[in-house]
């Protein structure tokens, strides 16, 4: 009778966990320690939805059920959920086909299967973005896309020294083509996002690609739902008359708390660079 009711007592708890939403959703294992919810581990963990893990002196490997890998570097912190991992600090490298990455209120999720990407947080609430393989949409928590990250390629994002959190302004620095739209002036870049750009004259410079530095603001959700970003620009930097192509090579660069940094400093994949046709204008 004794057995009986410790086998109910132990299906009872078992039941409680999994209702409790502490039903495993991978594992982690490491060739050094790592701390789990607070518990150091040594070798391997199970780990739930909304495990803290931290690294030390060792990298951590997670595997998730639904395939997902991630890398944790050296002196990491993050807490995963089963759809995303939200790091707190150092760097992750990561593999899948929908599963986010969330690093200071930015969000970085695959555009395409099979992608491998990297994300790290450096100094003055810098993200930097790398993509190893595939493709990656960068947005904010508002939803709103600040870049895509090609294959390759990586990019720095950060929030404006002193920025007012309504609206909010990053730090910006891209390339693209100039378009005129019902009354507005737009900037499509090379990664194919659409910006509408205020701050100058753009008349002259429609058709042609321009190389500009400025502030993204986005605006926080108005009462009747919806989001909006304006790219605010400061300069521009470069202008070719005749599009992407040949001669004059420049890197993108963007400016935070008033140093320039290069796209993908610090990552371990090298520099953005993007060639352009010999300009014949310039301010």
Request: proline share 3%; hydrophobic share 35%; with cysteine.
């Amino acid at each position: 009778m004794m057995r009986k009711l410790q086998v109910v007592a132990v299906l009872s708890c078992m039941l409680s966990y999994a209702a409790a939403g502490t039903v495993s959703i991978g594992t982690a294992s490491a060739r050094g320690d790592m701390r789990v919810d607070n518990y150091m581990v040594k070798g391997n963990a199970t780990l739930f939805d909304g495990s803290v893990i931290e690294t030390g002196q060792a990298t951590a490997d997670l595997r998730l059920d639904k395939g997902t890998e991630i890398t944790m570097s050296t002196s990491s912190r993050g807490t995963l959920y089963r759809d995303r991992l939200v790091l707190q600090r150092g760097e992750s490298e990561w593999a899948s086909n929908s599963f986010q990455l969330e690093a200071n209120g930015i969000r970085v999720t695959p555009n395409e299967p099979s992608s491998r990407g990297v994300v790290s947080l450096k100094s003055g609430n810098t993200v930097e973005v790398a993509a190893l393989n595939g493709s990656f949409g960068v947005t904010n928590d508002h939803g709103i896309l600040l870049a895509n990250v090609r294959p390759g390629k990586s990019i720095s994002i950060a929030m404006q020294a002193g920025g007012n959190p309504a609206p909010l302004g990053y730090q910006f620095s891209g390339t693209g083509m100039i378009s005129f739209e019902n009354g507005h002036y737009y900037l499509t870049t090379d990664e194919n996002v659409k910006y509408e750009v205020t701050g100058r004259d753009f008349k002259q410079y429609v058709g042609m690609k321009v190389q500009v530095s400025g502030i993204l603001l986005v605006s926080n959700p108005p009462a009747g739902g919806g989001t909006s970003a304006k790219l605010e620009v400061v300069q521009i930097n470069s202008v070719s008359v005749n599009g992407p192509g040949g001669g004059m090579s420049l890197k993108e660069k963007l400016i935070i708390g008033g140093s320039i940094v290069g796209a993908g400093t610090g990552i371990g994949v090298g520099v953005y660079e993007a060639n352009y046709a010999p300009s014949s204008a310039s301010r």
